[in-house]
Every structure is written in structure tokens, then in C-alpha cells.
């Protein structure tokens, strides 16, 4: 096996002149793809990890969440013993009445008084709040002061957030005098929240830093603003809709115990910073002689810069662009995308079709999966291996597949019409599964770091998402008639504040796993629309891996191909469409009942199509009229355009078309 490490910087120079030229010129006739891939040229260039504040000793591990009574808004505070209550908490709610000052975590004490100097001064006396770092090598997170908006109203501060320049500077003044009163210090600028903290050795006090959300502002200010604080917006609304600073620290303190981190500005960010806190790439040391601390590379940690590959670079990278341009093929390892045949003569005879969507496919696959933490190499006649992170070049076009399901190595279900880069997922499944022979792989990009890269970001994820399904009724081993009935009316909370906030965090947390993932190639920047920048800005982070994310959806479409193939072998019933977790099947009755393969025991066969909210299992989107289904594929259109037209029950939904949405075959 031979690699070979080439310069990076020199086929980005290539890639972008034979742009230009182009641009400048008639185009010419496209090459003929190459029966082998070109040699690629990686980047080695890494930036310096950004010094962050070391740590001193260890600290206590996150304290489970307290219980949340299903009748108090005002409380989530069980009582606690001395030996029992958690050192920090954090989050906590601010509020007043003609009493005083409440708080929803008895322990953390009140401020003395009502003015905003009293304020800042209780923020500045080393209040019990922070989030426990997850890692040894990790950093504590700042504890969250959540205000309502009496207290707002008694601190003196506008109850909406100015609009103009002039008010606003008004305000930063009044806040920046009040805190430096007692040596604190505030973020520049003046928004629904706010970084509060003191420095090491400045007069008033400890070191001090605590984040305040103001909780009556969150939706205002600025398009940056509101974005970045858009997921705790939604954390904060109550059962009817309005911000409330008890509901958002309460649902903030369950957030921190099932995941270990603070919610991020977007559930994307949240996924990365969740996976900088199980597996942090940064350590400190400190000098023996000197004393002084400074900031070292973890081993085995994601290296910064850009690291991408030609055949997997994402859409916007100019590598991908060039190889675009010379009409040669880059990675397409994505979910199924609106596959469908015909219905046979059996499938079209039945009333039905149900549709079973997959839940938390990527979470399914992605705690043991390889994946590549250094960079990929460039190898000719590689050594097949299915341990290690790789793309291979490989032609699948000769070999047989089930007729009746997608082909297992396209996003488009159908046969591929030539070789092409394929993640280590697809070609073994391929081998083990179909026979494909990969002793004749000419070329492949390989890890020269593989390791299980997300298998503490998953577990905490995975515990969190089963846990907020669990107080809503659902959990692993459920009689599949239970799981069901208790899926047709989990989201009904009407009432009940547990399992309101149970149903908001298991959303949160799909979307954190969903956009971390996304995150890996994070070509979305429209608000940086010069490329240069892009690439200074966004694919030299070490959280730019475009590889990864075809690697982890080329093993959450295995996965379902797996589990759809052993279901065909055992009961003759396959998929008629596909579109990415959604699964169509015929059926005699609206229910997905008749699709299971049961055992001896009466429960399904392991590895068939199985009911359950558990990461790999299926729930019950839909149930189609099968007539629908055949009207709308002799008009083109995918039966996925029907999913929300109709119940479980196969009765009709009202529900208004956007011919933009209709999803075609």
C-alpha cells in the first residue's frame, strides 16, 4: 500500500485559476470520468489552539437534575437534605414580590437589597452556580442567572430592549457604572443576555463570572441577537406561550444533567460544544519552573485548519468545485432521498400504505462507529480493512442486489452507473452482504487516526433524548400496541409541567444530534459570502470534517438497509419508497402491526423492522390510502408529499399544498 501526502494549498491555487479561466471562456467538452481517481493533494497547515483559562483541582461531578413538580411553575426544588443537596447549581430564576426577592433554588442566597448596585454585588459574592465541566481536561460554564420580569422592573431596567443607539448606550452606561461599583465588569455589548464577571485581583471581590438572561427581552434586538438567542427563547416559553425566567432555569437545569453542557446559541453549536466538553481538545499545562500555564493539544484530538479531501470537501469548497468542473465524481454518501418504485400487482391490491419513520437513525450508529480524528491519506492499492475510517474507490456497478429495495450504496436507491467514493460502512456491508470483492480497490483516502470519535457525545445525547421520552410515556421494550397508544397522545401536556418540558428538551435534543452532524460541513455561512474568508473562517475550525458527516450517514443508511433487507428475507414485505427515515409499505390495515417479525417470545426478531422510540426503531408517521398513493405516482410526485395529508388512521388531515414542498421522484 502506498500513500502519498501532497500540498493542499497548491490544488486550492489550480482549483480556483481553472475557475476563472472557465468564467472567462467557452466551456469545454467534459473529460470521461477516469476509471481511476487522481491522486489528492491534503493541507497541513494547522492554527494554534485559542489559550483558554486553566484549571485548579478537580471539581465534583453535574448533580442529577431535581424532580419538577407538575404543579408549580414557581418551584422545581425538591426538599433536600444537607448531604443529598448539589454544591452548584446551574441555573436559577430571579424574581420579586412585596416579600423580597425569590428564588427557585433555596440554597443560593438573595440579594441584600433592591438597587442594581445590591444587584451586581450579589452576583460578585461567589454565588453556588456554575456548570460542572464533564472532563478532567475540561472547562466549568458559567452559571445562569435567568431574570423575570418584576425583577427586571425593580432593578430599574426598561422592561422592553431599547431601540436606539442612544438608549442603548444609555443603559450599557448605566449597567458598566453600577458594576464597576463592586469591581465587575459586563460584555460590550447589551442584549437579551449579558456576561457579568470579575477579574482575577480586581477590587470587591472573587473572580467572578456568571451569564444573565433577561428573560422578558429574549426575541428583541438585533437579527444576530435574536438568532443567537432564538433556542433560549424557546426554552423559555411557558405553557402559554410567554418568556418566563422559572420555566427556562428549570428546563436549563434538566438541559445541563442529562447533557453536562448549557445550551448553546443554536442546536449546532451545541453539538460541537458538547463534544469539546466529553472529549475536550485542549489541555493545560503548567511550566514546573515558570509556573505559568499554557495550552496543549490533546493526543488524538481534531486538528484545526483545513484538513479536507478533494472527493469530500462539501459543496462550497473550491477542491469539490474543481472536480465538479472536470466532470469527476466527489463522495455522495447521503440519506435516501425520494426513492420509489411501482407498487407490485399484491402491493397495489392492499387499502394501505403505512408509513414507519425511523427514530434517531444517526444515534443509532454513531456511538461505535470508526471515525477518522487525523486527517485522510491518499493510498493506491490500499489493504482493505473495516475497522478503519476510510473512502474507498469503488465500482459496485456489476454487483446484484435485492430487485424489490433501494440500492444500498446510493442515496437515490438506484444502481450506480460507475465507481465511485464510498465510506467503509457501504463497501463492508457490500462485501459481507452482496459479495463484492474489494481485493481490486485501487485507491482510497484513510485515517491515520481512527478511533470511536462520538461515543461520549452519543451516550449523553442517548440518555438525555430516552430519558425526555420516558416521562412522556415511552421507553425501550415497550409492548408495541403500548408504544402506539402512547405515542398517539405523548405530546398531550395540556397540565402537566414535567412532561411539557420533557416534550420541548427531546425536540432540543434531536436537534442538537441532527445539527451537529449537519455542523461537520458547515457550508450554510450566507452571511459570509467571500470565499477566502469562508475558508479562514469556517473550514480551517477543526469542526469543518465534510468526511465525517458522509461517513455517519453512510452508516445510518446501512443501518436501515439492514434492518429493511432481513425484514424482506423473513416476510416476503418490502419498502415501495423511501425518503430518508420514512418507510412506505403496503398494508391490509392502517397500522404497522402486520410488519413486524415476532419470535417464539412475541417479541420482534432482532434486527427487523421494530415499533419503539428507542435510537434504530420505527414509530407510526402515517397511514396512506393506497388510491392516493398510485394518483400521486402517476402524476411524479414521491408519496412523501402525503405524509401530513393523512392520519394514522388513514383519515384525511387538513393540510394546504405548497407545490414548492411537493418532493419529486
Not at 207 to 218: A, D, E, K, Y
Not at 606 to 624: D, F, N, Q, V
Request: charged residues 25%; aromatic residues 8%.
Amino acid at each position: 500500500m502506498k500513500c502519498t501526502p501532497q500540498s493542499r494549498e497548491a490544488e486550492i491555487r489550480r482549483a480556483k485559476l481553472q475557475r476563472e479561466q472557465r468564467s472567462n471562456a467557452t466551456p469545454p467538452a467534459a473529460e470521461a470520468t477516469p476509471s481511476a481517481p487522481a491522486p489528492a493533494e491534503p493541507i497541513r497547515h494547522r492554527a494554534a489552539p485559542r489559550p483558554e483559562a486553566p484549571y485548579r483541582g478537580r471539581t465534583p461531578s453535574a448533580p442529577r437534575r431535581p424532580a419538577v413538580s407538575p404543579r408549580s411553575s414557581r418551584s422545581s426544588t425538591p426538599t433536600t437534605t444537607a448531604a443529598t443537596a448539589p454544591s452548584r447549581w446551574p441555573a436559577v430564576a430571579l424574581d420579586t414580590d412585596a416579600d423580597g426577592w425569590n428564588l427557585d433554588i433555596d440554597q443560593v442566597p438573595p440579594p441584600a437589597g433592591g438597587k442594581l448596585t445590591d444587584w451586581f454585588a450579589w452576583l460578585g459574592t461567589g454565588l453556588p452556580l456554575r456548570v460542572e465541566r464533564i472532563h478532567d481536561a475540561g472547562r466549568n460554564g458559567d452559571g445562569i442567572v435567568c431574570l423575570s420580569a418584576a425583577a427586571v422592573k425593580k432593578l430599574g431596567l426598561p422592561a422592553a430592549l431599547p431601540t436606539t443607539d442612544k438608549a442603548l448606550a444609555q443603559l450599557h452606561k448605566k449597567l458598566l457604572t453600577a458594576a464597576a461599583s463592586v469591581g465587575m465588569e459586563l460584555s460590550e455589548e447589551v442584549g437579551p443576555t449579558v456576561h457579568v464577571f470579575r477579574r482575577k485581583g480586581a477590587a470587591g471581590g472573587p473572580r467572578t463570572s456568571v451569564r444573565i438572561v433577561i428573560t422578558p427581552w429574549l426575541g428583541q434586538g438585533t437579527k444576530k441577537q435574536q438568532a443567537t438567542n432564538e433556542q433560549a427563547a424557546r426554552m423559555a416559553r411557558d405553557t402559554s406561550g410567554q418568556p418566563d425566567a422559572f420555566t427556562l432555569a428549570r428546563r436549563i437545569r434538566a438541559f445541563v444533567s442529562d447533557l453536562g453542557i448549557a445550551p448553546g446559541a443554536t442546536p449546532a453549536t451545541t453539538g460541537m460544544l458538547l463534544l469539546d466538553a466529553v472529549r475536550p481538545r485542549v489541555q493545560w499545562v503548567q511550566d514546573e519552573e515558570t509556573g505559568e500555564w499554557a495550552p496543549q493539544q490533546r493526543e488524538g484530538a481534531l486538528p484545526s485548519g483545513d484538513t479536507t479531501i478533494p472527493p469530500a470537501a462539501g459543496s462550497r469548497h473550491p477542491l469539490t468545485h474543481a472536480l465538479m468542473d472536470k466532470n469527476e465524481a466527489v463522495c455522495q454518501e447521503e440519506d435516501y432521498k425520494l426513492w420509489a418504485r411501482r407498487p407490485t400487482e399484491a402491493e397495489a391490491a392492499l387499502p394501505y400504505a403505512v408509513v414507519a419513520d425511523t427514530c434517531a437513525s444517526y444515534l443509532a450508529v454513531t456511538e461505535t462507529l470508526p471515525l477518522p480524528a487525523g486527517p485522510l491519506e491518499y493510498c493506491t492499492n490500499p489493504a482493505w480493512d473495516n475497522k478503519v475510517a476510510a473512502l474507498w474507490w469503488c465500482d459496485f456497478t456489476g454487483v446484484p442486489v435485492d430487485e424489490l429495495l433501494p440500492h444500498p450504496a446510493t442515496f437515490n436507491g438506484e444502481a450506480p452507473l460507475g465507481p465511485d467514493w464510498y465510506a467503509t460502512s457501504t463497501v463492508a456491508y457490500m462485501v459481507r452482504e452482496y459479495g463484492y470483492d474489494p481485493a481490486g480497490i485501487p485507491a482510497a483516502y484513510i485515517s491515520t487516526h481512527t478511533v470511536p470519535l462520538l461515543k461520549g457525545w452519543t451516550g449523553r445525547l442517548r440518555t438525555g433524548y430516552k430519558r425526555a421520552y420516558a416521562e412522556l410515556g415511552l421507553y425501550d421494550g415497550q409492548d408495541p400496541q403500548d408504544f402506539l397508544d402512547a405515542y398517539a397522545r405523548h405530546k398531550d401536556t395540556a397540565g402537566d409541567l414535567e412532561k411539557a418540558d420533557a416534550l420541548l428538551l427531546a425536540t432540543l435534543y434531536k436537534e442538537v444530534y441532527k445539527g451537529g452532524i449537519g455542523k461537520w460541513t458547515d457550508s450554510a455561512r450566507k452571511s459570509i459570502s467571500d470565499d477566502e474568508e469562508w475558508l479562514e473562517k469556517v473550514v480551517a475550525t477543526w469542526h469543518y470534517r465534510p468526511e465525517l458527516r458522509f461517513m455517519i450517514i453512510a452508516a445510518a443508511r446501512i443501518a436501515a438497509h439492514r434492518r429493511m433487507r432481513k425484514t424482506f428475507k423473513l416476510t416476503g414485505r418490502a419498502p415501495f419508497a423511501v425518503n430518508v427515515d420514512a418507510w412506505f409499505y403496503a398494508t391490509a390495515e392502517p397500522s404497522p402491526l402486520e410488519l413486524l417479525v415476532l419470535g417464539d417470545n412475541g417479541k420482534p426478531v432482532p434486527g427487523t423492522l421494530r415499533l419503539g422510540i428507542a435510537p434504530g426503531s420505527a414509530k407510526h408517521e402515517s397511514s396512506i390510502p393506497m388510491d392516493a398513493v398510485i394518483e400521486a405516482m402517476d402524476k411524479r410526485e414521491h408519496p412523501a408529499r402525503l405524509i401530513h395529508d393523512y392520519g394514522t388512521e388513514g383519515n384525511p388531515l387538513a393540510r394546504q399544498h405548497d407545490d414548492k414542498e411537493k418532493p419529486q421522484p
